[in-house]
């Protein structure tokens, strides 16, 4: 038997071990959860590791047609805490799925930065320090098969999550720390303010048995009357992160 589809699955994992670090602006995005059910009762835990953050992720179908999804995502100064609930439907085959999550999240993002992440110079620093409600629509259309020569399991997904974001707490400034009185360049400050995010993500999922890897690719657009946006991300917008599913099968199936 043919190894290339387990290198290809190594390749993904160990991608997770240079993956990038969680974006350290206002407004920190979270993986999407797209976990493409069927008639199947099942339950979909991932996990996915960057250089300074942890993200979990669970979804189960506790019902015909109806699920539940959470995401913890935590790491220095970081803490975020998300819900869902959601419907999901799917072909007469069960190769195309539908799903539709709606949920809340509430977040926190303290950074006080001495070092140099701006400027190879060390003479730019940043702090951002958020605090703030999410509420959000995530529609996402995908597709699972399979290549039973191998044995391999796969699906991808496009889905998009719109939300609001209400911040309690809003900072962010950038200083020039070489002169002995630190320079701001950028200072921002609002509270109890709003503000919209589009974010459309590609999904690829790759697996054998139960054990799937992810590669996932995501971007922000955000948009707000009362909110300087230009300091709620770093550039580039596009995030890669990788990540590792774990599916329970129950023997049971819905009718």
Same mark, same amino acid.
Request: charged share 15%; net charge positive; glycine share 6%.
């Given at each position: 038997?043919? +190894?290339?589809?387990?290198?290809?699955? +190594?390749?993904? &994992?160990? $991608?997770?071990?240079?993956? @990038?670090?969680?974006?350290?602006?206002?407004?920190?995005?979270?993986?999407?959860? &797209?976990? #493409?059910?069927?008639?199947?009762? !099942?339950?979909? $835990?991932? *996990? %996915?590791? @960057?250089?300074?953050?942890?993200?979990?992720? $669970? $979804?189960?179908?506790?019902?015909?047609?109806?699920?539940?999804?959470?995401? &913890?995502?935590?790491?220095?100064?970081?803490?975020?805490?998300?819900?869902?609930? *959601?419907?999901?439907?799917?072909?007469?085959?069960?190769?195309?799925? %539908?799903?539709?999550?709606?949920?809340?999240?509430?977040?926190?993002?303290?950074?006080?930065?001495?070092?140099?992440?701006?400027?190879?110079?060390?003479?730019?620093? =940043?702090?951002?320090?958020?605090?703030?409600?999410?509420?959000?629509?995530?529609?996402?259309?995908?597709?699972? @098969?399979?290549?039973?020569?191998?044995?391999?399991? =796969?699906?991808?997904?496009?889905?998009?999550?719109?939300?609001? #974001?209400?911040?309690?707490?809003? +900072?962010?400034?950038?200083?020039?720390?070489?002169?002995?009185?630190?320079?701001? /360049?950028?200072?921002?400050?609002?509270?109890?303010? @709003?503000?919209?995010? #589009?974010?459309?993500?590609?999904?690829?999922?790759?697996?054998?048995?139960? /054990?799937?890897?992810?590669?996932?690719?995501?971007?922000?657009?955000?948009?707000?009357? !009362?909110?300087?946006?230009?300091?709620?991300?770093?550039?580039?917008?596009? /995030?890669?992160?990788?990540?590792?599913?774990?599916? +329970?099968?129950?023997?049971?199936?819905?009718?």
């Amino acid at each position: 038997m043919s +190894l290339k589809p387990y290198y290809y699955m +190594l390749g993904i &994992v160990s $991608a997770m071990l240079f993956s @990038g670090c969680a974006i350290r602006s206002v407004y920190i995005p979270l993986s999407q959860n &797209v976990p #493409l059910f069927d008639t199947s009762r !099942q339950i979909k $835990a991932s *996990g %996915y590791l @960057g250089i300074n953050h942890v993200e979990l992720q $669970a $979804a189960h179908n506790y019902s015909a047609h109806f699920a539940l999804a959470t995401n &913890v995502y935590f790491g220095s100064g970081i803490a975020c805490y998300d819900a869902a609930i *959601g419907a999901y439907a799917y072909s007469k085959n069960a190769k195309w799925h %539908y799903e539709l999550f709606g949920g809340y999240g509430y977040n926190s993002n303290i950074s006080y930065n001495n070092g140099n992440f701006l400027s190879p110079s060390e003479k730019l620093s =940043y702090d951002a320090n958020a605090l703030y409600h999410r509420i959000y629509l995530q529609p996402a259309v995908g597709f699972t @098969g399979k290549i039973s020569i191998y044995k391999i399991r =796969y699906s991808f997904s496009l889905s998009a999550k719109v939300s609001y #974001l209400y911040f309690k707490d809003f +900072l962010y400034d950038e200083k020039n720390v070489a002169s002995p009185a630190p320079v701001y /360049i950028v200072y921002k400050q609002y509270q109890d303010d @709003g503000m919209f995010t #589009l974010e459309p993500c590609l999904t690829n999922k790759v697996g054998i048995k139960n /054990i799937m890897a992810i590669l996932q690719v995501q971007s922000i657009s955000p948009y707000s009357t !009362q909110i300087d946006v230009r300091n709620t991300k770093f550039s580039p917008v596009i /995030i890669l992160s990788t990540g590792i599913q774990y599916d +329970l099968t129950f023997k049971r199936k819905f009718r």
